[in-house]
């Protein structure tokens, strides 16, 4: 496992992974910025508007994609050039190289979830940061936001792990995250839609009435979990019978 995480990093530290990084933070950012410039400088600043704003771009649209993008990167080099049957015939079983490949697609999220928190936080200080910071709902939406993103994570994996074209998988992506505003008002649909997992568990509980922001946690998490399990266990099944 070692020398699969070492193989992995030697891959992309120099990739372009580091540069789509911090696409949403910054641009989620320049909205949060030019939404609350505005505002009574005699005021606190209002964090969790802040964070509502900002989440809406990067959970509804940039997280999605960003899922995608980082599973076809990870799988391009196997891709290319027989890279499967190279690394297959290293003394690895199919379990371990699927296994590491997931961890860094979640680590690169995890990476991506952190640097928006930073740039929410840059936008408070700039902005006067008036006020005591609601870390618990910060770190609270962040981390969610992490954890939603599991399934879509597993599926994009065994998408990419199964189309050897680096456009198929991230056309598939674009094409079904681009219903999310109109799946996130839908109660009966939206829990069960993974592009739109990300907005819901973000999104702070209070405040939303409407569609399946009304949704406890305990239930949007459930189906969070079933869905990781069935997309994890089945791409990991077939990348395990793959010929290559």
Request: hydrophobic share 55%; aromatic share 14%.
């Amino acid at each position: 496992m070692i020398r699969l995480i070492r193989s992995e990093w030697l891959k992309i530290r120099r990739s372009v992974l580091w540069l789509l990084l911090v696409i949403s933070p910054v641009l989620a950012g320049f909205i949060g910025y030019a939404e609350t410039r505005g505002l009574d400088r005699t005021r606190d600043f209002p964090w969790i508007e802040a964070l509502v704003i900002m989440t809406t771009l990067h959970a509804m649209l940039f997280l999605p994609l960003l899922t995608g993008v980082y599973s076809a990167l990870l799988c391009r080099y196997e891709h290319a050039g027989g890279g499967w049957k190279q690394l297959l015939t290293l003394p690895v079983t199919r379990t371990q190289v699927y296994l590491v490949k997931f961890v860094f697609v979640m680590g690169l999220l995890a990476a991506t979830q952190v640097l928006f928190l930073v740039v929410l936080l840059l936008v408070g200080w700039i902005q006067g940061g008036g006020g005591t910071i609601p870390w618990e709902e910060l770190l609270l939406s962040i981390g969610l936001g992490w954890l939603a993103c599991l399934p879509l994570a597993a599926l994009q994996l065994a998408v990419s792990t199964a189309w050897s074209s680096f456009a198929a998988p991230l056309a598939v992506n674009v094409i079904f995250t681009i219903p999310n505003l109109l799946v996130a008002n839908s109660k009966d649909y939206a829990p069960f839609y993974p592009w739109a997992q990300p907005l819901l568990a973000m999104m702070p509980r209070s405040g939303f009435d409407f569609g399946a922001f009304t949704l406890s946690s305990a239930t949007l998490f459930t189906v969070i979990g079933v869905s990781f399990a069935v997309f994890f266990a089945g791409g990991w099944a077939y990348f395990s019978r793959k010929a290559v």
